[in-house]
């Protein structure tokens, strides 16, 4: 198998780079390691409405994923911020009205983040891309690159002249051999990139009323009790049904051995805060980020407290004069993080890889 530009990596990232190079009519052929497209974005369609389990916002000044919900005719919603607040401390007691809506003048698309995914690769040839294939080895030679993906159990070998890496860089690190082997430099600066959001876990609680608003809330909840310490509105853009969802402040190893006692105690947290209404959710979803191989890997098990300053690390970029190019969102000069990074890493790499394939050619 042949092809001018490998891209690993089937999320925002990937499949933006993918469409960018389509609309030039340059070749590609794109590899994900899971049977799904999407990465880190995951919505489910749960009764004729559809739930973001991994990002659900962007926000005024993200210009790329404006234009992107635009040309997909995605409509974009503010996230639901009428009503008070809710509040619970350290004991569980729970005040009402304590505090601001957090993520108030951010926006949600109709149809989840998962609409953009869909639209992306329903623009792509399907004969491009390949699901279930693990990339294993890179080898460099004098003929360009020989990538070996792992595919059902079988070993593929793909020739091609520039590979591009959109996955988080530890599972880079992790998961893929390079001959000649990455210096210990560059090994060690794959390794310290922390991936954004994957040692998060988020659950998902969907009703048939939106029992919350009528009791004149938002939706927002802060907790120092837990299980969820931050709780916002997951509703849809029109009707029902209607959702709640909340980041897990359980530590990843804690809330994999102990899951149902998890779950449980999120609904309990969600009656205690908005009602007895609560205590019977059409379902309860955990999505947990720390638990999938090709996103999360050792290092990413303790969330990173704050947003941390991305970008290309300097020890990376002399790989680019032998083909290879980190593509992920948290290589993104200025949104690094955010799904607005991985369109930006996506565009600045679809004006490089061209060129530089032609003045190589």
């Known amino acids: 198998m042949q092809t001018d530009i490998l891209i690993v990596g089937g999320g925002l990232s990937g499949l933006a780079l993918a469409d960018h190079l389509a609309q030039q009519g340059t070749d590609f052929l794109l590899v994900e390691a899971q049977e799904r497209l999407g990465g880190r974005i995951m919505t489910k369609d749960i009764a004729g409405g559809r739930f973001d389990l991994g990002p659900a916002w962007f926000w005024p ?16 919603f503010e996230q639901f911020s009428t009503g008070d607040l809710m509040y619970q401390d350290q004991t569980g007691a729970v005040q009402r009205g304590r505090g601001y809506a957090s993520m108030q003048g951010s926006y949600r698309l109709d149809g989840g983040m998962g609409a953009l995914i869909d639209g992306l690769a329903n623009s792509l040839d399907e004969n491009k891309i390949l699901t279930n294939a693990r990339l294993d080895t890179v080898a460099h030679g004098s003929d360009g690159i020989t ?12 020739k091609a002249r520039q590979i591009i890496l959109a996955v988080p860089p530890r599972v880079v690190a992790d998961n893929v051999t390079f001959e000649p082997a990455l210096d210990a430099a560059q090994l060690q600066s794959l390794k310290n990139v922390p991936t954004w959001m994957a040692g998060q876990a988020k659950i998902v609680a969907v009703y048939d009323e939106p029992h919350w608003r009528n009791a004149g809330l938002s939706g927002d909840a802060m907790s120092h009790c837990g299980p969820m310490f931050e709780i916002h509105d997951a509703s849809p ?18 809330r994999e051995v102990h899951r149902d006692e998890v779950m449980k105690l999120a609904q309990e947290q969600l009656v205690a805060l908005f009602g007895p209404e609560m205590g019977n959710p059409r379902d309860l979803i955990l999505q947990d980020w720390a638990t999938v191989p090709e996103i ?37 000069h200025s949104y690094g993080g955010f799904l607005e990074g991985a369109l930006e890493t996506a565009e600045g790499l679809s004006k490089t890889l061209p060129l530089v394939a032609s003045m190589s050619a």
Do not use: C, K, W
């Open 147 to 158: 990538a070996t993906v792992i595919q059902d159990g079988s070993a593929t070998t793909i």
């Open 61 to 76: 000044g993200q210009p790329r994923m404006a234009a992107l919900s635009r040309r997909f005719n995605i409509p974009v």
């Open 237 to 254: 853009m029109n009707g029902g049904p209607y959702a709640l969802f909340g980041f897990v402040g359980v530590p990843a190893d804690a």
């Open 296 to 332: 999360a890997r050792a290092q990413d098990q303790r969330p990173v407290s704050r947003h941390p300053s991305y970008g290309l690390p300097h020890e990376l970029r002399p790989l680019a004069q032998q083909g290879l190019y980190f593509g992920s969102t948290e290589t993104a």
